[in-house]
């Protein structure tokens, strides 16, 4: 199932790409959205001006506005951009992966990637300052996340990697709140902990207390070879 189809959050009659729309604008349109998500990732929301975006991109301001109608709008559509590519990544991680361990595995490391770029007061941006953007964020979360983990845990539990007694819909709960504590700076601030390690911890702990011990054999073989693989050959400039 598509990811708007899935999250149920798209209206139609708002769509942004139409097929309508000249090339060169929607060309122009994705380089603002890539570019925004860019600079929210790397410095926060709440600091990012649209000034700031069309310095960034060389664009006026004009050029933005005649996009977006201000910057919610545009934390909104670039919301909905990254979670439709979020929402792709990971499913063809669960449709290629031959079973539920190699699936967390290959998770692992999408989320590492992704929490290296990412800048811990994002989302508290959005939640605090972008009301209609995190509620977009939250749906996801709440339907999207659990609905995945709570389809690897029972696949787990048929392949006998997982604990039988576990409880998918607890479990998935678990994880969410993990996911969101990594991000809490009361907790981990940031002048001391960085964000991909954390949420690396929290994973591999949230897997060992899945696993039976077949299944911890199995990822941590599937973690050995993924260390290997990413191993540099040579220094790149």
Request: charged fraction near 30%; charge should be neutral; aromatic fraction near 12%.
């Amino acid at each position: 199932m598509a990811f708007k189809e899935t999250v149920e959050t798209f209206d139609k009659a708002n769509s942004f790409h139409t097929f309508a729309a000249p090339m060169d604008e929607l060309q122009t349109y994705d380089k603002i959205l890539e570019g925004a998500e860019a600079l929210f990732m790397k410095y926060g929301i709440r600091s990012v001006t649209m000034d700031d975006i069309a310095r960034h991109l060389a664009v006026s301001k004009k050029t933005l506005y005649q996009h977006f109608a201000d910057k919610e709008d545009l934390v909104y559509k670039m919301s909905e951009t990254f979670l439709e590519r979020a929402f792709n990544q990971y499913d063809a991680i669960a449709h290629s992966s031959k079973n539920s361990i190699e699936e967390l595995s290959k998770i692992s490391v999408c989320m590492r990637r992704d929490m290296e770029h990412m800048n811990p007061s994002m989302l508290f941006d959005l939640q605090k300052y972008h009301p209609r953007a995190w509620n977009l964020w939250s749906r996801y979360k709440g339907k999207v996340i659990s609905e995945s983990i709570m389809r690897n845990i029972r696949r787990g539990i048929e392949d006998g990697y997982f604990r039988p007694e576990i409880k998918p819909e607890i479990m998935a709960v678990i994880r969410i709140v993990l996911i969101e504590n990594a991000f809490d700076d009361q907790l981990f601030p940031r002048e001391r902990f960085s964000l991909a390690d954390v949420q690396s911890q929290l994973f591999d702990l949230f897997v060992h207390g899945l696993c039976t011990e077949k299944g911890k054999k199995l990822y941590q073989k599937y973690k050995e070879n993924t260390q290997i693989t990413n191993q540099p050959n040579e220094a790149v400039l």
